[in-house]
């Protein structure tokens, strides 16, 4: 009987509780902005933090919050940006699209190398170490971490290097963060040139490991002065200066370092 009793008031007990905790779950509920979740859906839900957010969640919050703007979602573009902007009943202009660009073009025996490595196969470990072994200090190590961090199955290794799809690149910037020698960076996606280096080896060291290297010889100047220049024996394009042809500074490249097209 002493069981039986304490059975039933264990479960008096429970029903109480739970009816308590219902009460206050009521009465300290807060409601939130139905237009949260209208944002939330329209994302692409990648969570890539390209927004500078934590998630879509937290940027879809801040959205509507005022604290972000309707057009921060990289990897949504123009399309997501017109959605959001429609749900919050404000304007947006257009969002330039971007995709990343690989500033190295050596590939398979191209890549001069100084001795072994056979250490820990990422970029970051080889960084630690001693470079992996290759002779350019300042090339594209080609373990993949760029490829192992893309949300959008955007990248592939081709003869050691890696290759981006422009058209599944959102141009988030996850690569551009990841990569440890920092030679990832984002251009205009109409601007369909981009400098595969990134020594600032002289071009007699750069003639001597890389044949594909930019050597600094500053022809590309000379025939497009607007859009590129050198600085550290490396050129480098002005991607704000659009609709200038720059196919003769591709053509009298020596090297070839300068390439086109996505």
Same mark, same amino acid.
Request: net charge positive; glycine share 14%; aromatic share 6%.
């Given at each position: 009987m002493l069981i039986l009793i304490s059975v039933i008031m264990l479960?008096?007990?429970?029903?109480?509780? =739970?009816?308590?905790?219902?009460? /206050? =779950?009521?009465?300290?509920?807060?409601?939130?902005?139905?237009?949260?979740?209208?944002?939330? /859906?329209?994302?692409?839900? *990648?969570?890539?933090g390209a927004c500078g957010m934590a998630g879509c969640r937290d940027y879809a919050e801040k959205v509507v919050l005022g604290q972000a703007a309707v057009?921060?979602?990289v990897a949504g573009g123009s399309g997501t940006a017109a959605k959001i902007s429609e749900i919050m009943g404000v304007g947006c202009g257009e969002v330039e699209r971007k995709v990343a660009v690989v500033h190295c073009g050596a590939k398979g025996?191209?890549?001069?190398?100084?001795?072994?490595?056979?250490?820990?196969?990422?970029?970051? *470990?080889?960084?630690?170490?001693?470079?992996?072994?290759? /002779?350019c200090t300042y090339g594209c190590l080609g373990y993949g971490d760029c490829l192992a961090i893309c949300p959008f199955g955007a990248i592939e290794m081709r003869e050691g290097l890696p290759?981006?799809?422009?058209?599944?690149?959102?141009?988030?910037g996850k690569c551009v963060s990841a990569c440890p020698r920092k030679i990832i960076s984002l251009r205009p996606y109409d601007f369909k040139v981009a400098i595969a280096c990134s020594s600032r080896d002289s071009g007699a060291v750069v003639r001597k490991i890389c044949p594909v290297g930019c050597?600094?010889?500053?022809?590309?100047?000379?025939?497009? *002065?607007?859009?590129f220049k050198v600085a550290d024996n490396l050129a480098s394009i002005d991607y704000a200066k659009t609709g200038i042809a720059c196919g003769p500074a591709v053509e009298k490249c020596p090297t070839k370092c300068i390439v086109t097209g996505n």
């Open positions: 479960g008096a007990l429970g029903f109480l509780f =739970a009816g308590l905790l219902g009460l /206050a =779950a009521d009465y300290f509920r807060v409601e939130e902005d139905p237009r949260i979740a209208s944002v939330l /859906a329209v994302l692409p839900g *990648a969570n890539c057009t921060a979602c025996e191209q890549r001069k190398k100084k001795g072994n490595y056979s250490g820990v196969k990422t970029c970051m *470990a080889v960084t630690l170490v001693d470079g992996g072994g290759l /002779a290759f981006i799809d422009p058209e599944k690149c959102t141009g988030c050597i600094g010889c500053k022809l590309c100047v000379k025939q497009v *002065a607007d859009v």
